[in-house]
C-alpha cells in the first residue's frame, strides 16, 4: 500500500533512512519495466506474481543478478499454479516463494499447507509463509525452515495490535528455537 500511494520516492526514503535494513519491494510485479524501476532503488527483494509472463519473470531475475547486488526476486503465489512452474522459475534464477495460502483452503492452516511448503523448501526454495496466518496456526509450520511468516491480518485485526505481535513473536521463538 505505501508503494501504491507514494510511489517509489517511498522506497528511496527508506532506504536512505535505514541503509543497513533488508526491504522488500512487495510490488507484485507483472511487467519487466516495473521490476527494473524497483531494481535501482537497491531493495533486497522484489516480488513478482506467479502468474506473470515467464518472460517477465526471466528479465527481472537476470537484471537483479546482473546488477550483482544481492537482490532477489521472489514469486509470490496466485491463482493457479504448479509445481513444475516452480521448477521452471529455480531454473530461471528464482530463489525465493511466497507461499500465499490457497483462498479455497478455508479454516486453520493444515497438512496440505505444510506438505507444500516442504516441497518448495526440498526443491531449495526460501519460503515465506502468508495468507492468514495467526497465533493459533503457527504450530502447524513448527519446526519447517521457512525464511518467514507473515501474521498480517490476524496481529493489524487484534484488539491490541502490539500486544498480539509480541504474543507471535514470543510463540515464534519458542516453536523455533
Known sequence: MLLLTEGLRAVNMVRAMYPGKLI??????VAPHFGSEILKRDTNYLTVLSQAED????SITQEA?????????Q????GSWKFDDAEKWLNMGV???????????KGLWGDP?????????????????TGGISYESLDVL???PVFAIICGRSVRNAPNPASEALRVKRRIIELWS
Do not use: W
Request: net charge positive; glycine share 6%.
Open 142 to 144: 513448527a519446526g519447517l
Open 55 to 58: 518472460n517477465v519473470i526471466e
Open 75 to 78: 514469486i509470490e503465489l496466485y
Open 24 to 29: 522488500v519491494t512487495d510490488f507484485k510485479c
Open 113 to 129: 499447507d505444510r506438505r507444500d511448503i516442504s516441497q518448495f523448501i526440498d526443491m531449495g526454495f526460501k519460503v515465506t509463509a
Open 65 to 73: 543478478a546482473k546488477r550483482a547486488r544481492g537482490q532477489e526476486v
Open 95 to 105: 530463489s525465493h516463494i511466497v507461499y500465499s495460502r490457497p483462498r479455497s483452503r
